[in-house]
């Protein structure tokens, strides 16, 4: 038993270096995506202090507008655009109609609003785009469906080309946010409500906008996740249960720091792969991937409260 | 007008700190009581036992259980749905071990293993607070519900990997399983769901649940005041738990006959949480309000369009029904943030004063 538990997978994984390449490239790659989505839970939470629920069927809803106009004849990066259009009305709503009367409400009810919003669009795609599970427009846009074949320690790792594509867009886009965070002035106008909001609110930012413009980007990063997750996968309704990895991410990263959601999303993806395929399904039956994360980022938590990067908690009476 | 609180003098501390200080509500609570003991029972059909009173009744506890540990302790939690099946299973197990067991016992006892398994996964909230606490709770959730899967001890190693109630009698008559009689289940799950809010009603009032709203309000001052936290929480998490259980066992037993672990996936937890939330937190009537909402919302939705005499498929029908719930929620958190029991607190000042508001 306990050989099993440490020395056989640990065997395992000398024996077959390359096989345990594969296995580290496919965790990255999945924790790359779990980093996006935290990253919009993050960018959300840090300027309004709303856990934002939604950020998985927004994934979900971004795909299924890309699709769904592209279906229609629409030529594919004229989807992309008009999808950024639909996600810009999105945010508008969202800040008019739910957050803008919330404002100033317990977190918790905050929280239960983005449920609501969650539930109505799950009904509301599913009227419009139908709930059967489609075909992401990998090659209309220009997203290499490829493979490359490496032979490292004489073995064999094969790596996807639209994951890689997956990988090198998620990079642009962090740093492409964290200059519009640093250089900007919206970005730091953003920034500086997340750090104090009524000092933000008596320079003259405007509340309204900012959070429209941060709903805006977490939709942006919402439809890079759902081209990058729905061309591994096809879009269909269950993408919104990859959202709920974001929150052990979110746990282990902190929920106010960016970095913490790209490292502790990278670190999820990795340590769940490895945790399935050596010790998952050989001794507990598989399909480990559905709490590995979160008793992690439990156990971890037990020690850092704040997650490995989150501000330290300070509380007084 | 039918609110007059004049002319009731409290002569004693007792009375003072009677349950219902004003005699209306008293009388309002006897009116439910017998609504819900006799007049029901003797009108309502099967298809009204089935969709609404036994899922509202049972619905109503399980809120009950988490307004408990959120609404009173201040410790959120999304697992709820895996509580409830460690509620279920264990009762289960035990109808299938014990089989001379005494079905409301059972059910009484399942509620005991849940609250066991509810404070291994409350120690963290100890240390963890807010939504971190919320997302350690998704642990629990995820890892049970994986368990229910994964462990064929549970469900007896049956090839369907479900559990199927078996045909259980009390006193000579079937109350759960194929046999049993929708009426009986329905008096059974009353009996379970009086008992357990008239203990609640009095936890809640008592050293027990100031210790836990002290823990709620701040815990670091109720520290300070000398308020053990640590048995604070995890007392609610027990108490919590156990309610939650006993629910997940009515669930099972008295209402949906069989489960599959998916039934306890998170969906369910949220479902929960909505009641607790929309009836408002804190109060013990507001989840009633809530479960009759959020379960009787979707009945209604589906016979409204018939009987307009328009025809839609029932996929968009079930589509749009979410979409609706989903809205409602948010309109009803933006009327109403503390739930529909403040609007009824509201509703009775106003009422107390009527006509004459000054």
């Avoid at chain 1, 299924?64 to 008009?82: D, E, K, R, S, Y």
């Avoid at chain 2, 099946?85 to 289960?92: D, R």
């Avoid at chain 2, 029932?314 to 989903?326: F, Q």
Wanted: hydrophobic share 60%; aromatic share 12%; glycine share 10%.
């Amino acid at each position: 038993m306990l050989h099993d538990i440490f020395i056989a997978p640990f065997q395992d994984m000398f024996s077959a270096p390359d096989f345990l390449l594969q296995v580290l490239w496919e965790g990255l790659v999945s924790g790359i995506l779990y980093a996006l989505i935290a990253l919009g839970f993050v960018l959300i939470f840090r300027s309004s202090r709303i856990f934002n629920f939604a950020q998985g069927i927004m994934v979900v809803f971004a795909a299924l507008t890309l699709v769904g106009l592209h279906a229609m004849g629409v030529p594919a990066w004229i989807c992309v655009l008009l999808t950024l259009g639909v996600m810009f009305v999105l945010a508008m709503a969202i800040e008019r109609v739910v957050l803008r009367p919330l404002v100033g409400q317990p977190d918790i009810i905050l929280f239960m609003a983005t449920i609501g919003i969650t539930l109505f669009l799950i009904g509301f795609g599913e009227i419009i785009f139908g709930g059967e599970n489609k075909v992401m427009i990998t090659e209309e846009l220009g997203i290499p469906t490829g493979s490359w074949t490496l032979e490292p320690f004489g073995g064999l790792l094969i790596l996807e080309q639209k994951d890689v594509t997956a990988v090198v867009v998620a990079a642009l886009l962090v740093i492409g946010l964290l200059v519009f965070l640093s250089r900007t002035q919206m970005g730091r106008a953003i920034r500086a409500l997340g750090d104090d909001s009524q000092a933000a609110l008596s320079v003259g930012i405007s509340l309204h906008t900012i959070w429209v413009l941060v709903w805006f980007i977490a939709g942006i990063i919402a439809l890079v996740t759902g081209i990058a997750w729905g061309a591994r996968a096809g879009v269909s309704f269950a993408l919104e249960v990859i959202a709920y990895k974001a929150l052990p991410v979110l746990m282990l990263g902190g929920l106010e720091s960016i970095a913490g959601a790209i490292i502790g999303g990278l670190m999820i993806g990795l340590l769940e792969k490895l945790f399935e395929i050596y010790w998952g399904q050989p001794l507990m039956g598989g399909n480990t991937e559905t709490w590995f994360a979160f008793v992690l980022a439990l156990l971890v938590l037990l020690f850092r409260p704040q997650g490995l990067f989150g501000e330290k908690i300070i509380e007084r009476v | 007008m039918l609110y007059r609180t004049a002319g009731q003098y409290k002569t004693s501390y007792a009375s003072d700190q009677a349950v219902f200080p004003v005699r209306q509500d008293a009388i309002l609570l006897g009116i439910i009581l017998l609504l819900a003991w006799v007049i029901f029972p003797l009108t309502a059909s099967e298809f009204t036992f089935q969709t609404l009173l036994i899922p509202i009744l049972i619905y109503s506890l399980a809120a009950l259980g988490l307004n408990v540990l959120t609404g009173y302790a201040g410790q959120l939690s999304l697992g709820t749905a895996a509580f409830m099946g460690v509620g279920a299973y264990a009762c289960y197990k035990m109808v299938t071990l014990m089989p001379w067991l005494n079905p409301l016992v059972a059910i009484l006892l399942s509620g005991a293993f849940s609250a066991g398994i509810g404070v291994a996964f409350g120690i963290p909230s100890l240390r963890i607070k807010g939504f971190y606490l919320a997302i350690a709770t998704l642990a629990a959730q995820f890892f049970l519900v994986w368990l229910f899967e994964k462990w064929g001890w549970l469900y007896n190693y049956n090839s369907s990997g479900a559990i199927q109630v078996p045909n259980l009698t009390m006193f000579g008559v079937y109350v759960a399983g194929p046999q049993a009689s929708t009426i009986v289940q329905y008096y059974v799950v009353l009996v379970v769901v009086s008992l357990l809010t008239w203990v609640t009603i009095n936890l809640t009032r008592g050293t027990l649940g100031r210790t836990w709203k002290a823990t709620r309000d701040m815990d670091f001052a109720a520290e300070l005041i000398g308020i053990n936290l640590m048995r604070s929480k995890l007392t609610a998490f027990a108490i919590s738990s156990y309610i939650v259980g006993v629910a997940g066992a009515l669930f099972v037993f008295m209402w949906r006959g069989a489960a599959e672990p998916n039934l306890f996936d998170i969906p369910l937890s949220f479902r929960i949480l909505f009641i607790a939330i929309i009836g408002g937190l804190g109060s013990i009537m507001g989840n009633y309000l809530g479960a009759i909402l959020i379960v009787g919302l979707p009945v209604m939705l589906n016979t409204v369009p018939e009987a307009l005499g328009i025809h839609i498929d029932s996929a968009t029908v079930e589509h749009l029904n979410i979409m609706i719930v989903g809205s409602l929620i948010i309109f009803f958190l933006i009327i109403e943030p503390h739930g529909l029991a403040r609007l009824w607190a509201l509703i009775r000042e106003k009422l107390v004063i009527w006509p004459f508001p000054h």
